[in-house]
């Protein structure tokens, strides 16, 4: 039996709508591995990956899945009103660019004869 096991990283960079990302003075984070799931199939290990993503923008790239999208201080979608604000030059958003790694783990049950070889210490029933 196997399962797709799927950590997600993310990296978020400001925005200012007149200058982009990268702009002098701007700030970026990286948060590192924010979560890990296991999954019974790819779709769902898809799935999963999707709901970091708004504009259904999930692209393949060197061996993950890759996605943007734009978020507000809260990490959350922003407003209607925060983007306007935004598209007026009164707040800065965030691009934050989620990575999906999925990895297929095998699961083998181990028999006695592997169990004596790794702990020759232990005695069997």
């Known amino acids: 039996m196997s399962i797709i096991q799927v950590k997600v990283f993310k990296i978020a960079e400001q925005d200012n709508f007149e200058n982009g990302c990268g702009f002098e003075g701007s700030k970026s984070t990286d948060f590192g591995m924010i979560v890990k799931?296991?999954?019974?199939?790819?779709?769902?290990?898809?799935?999963?990956?999707k709901?970091?993503?708004?504009?259904?923008?999930?692209?393949?790239?060197?061996?993950?899945?890759e996605m943007?999208?734009?978020e507000n201080g809260a990490a959350n979608a922003p407003t209607k009103e925060e983007y306007e604000l935004f598209r007026t030059g009164k707040?800065?958003?965030?691009?934050?660019?989620?990575?999906?790694?999925l990895t297929k783990?095998?699961?083998?049950?181990?028999?006695?004869?592997?169990?004596?070889?790794?702990f020759p210490e232990l005695s069997e029933a």
């Open 37 to 49: 799931e296991e999954f019974s199939d790819m779709r769902k290990a898809l799935e999963f990956c």
């Open 68 to 70: 943007q999208r734009q």
């Open 105 to 118: 783990i095998e699961r083998t049950p181990l028999g006695n004869e592997e169990l004596k070889a790794a």
């Open 51 to 65: 709901s970091f993503d708004e504009a259904n923008s999930v692209i393949i790239f060197d061996g993950r899945l």
């Open 91 to 101: 707040i800065d958003l965030w691009l934050a660019n989620y990575s999906c790694y």
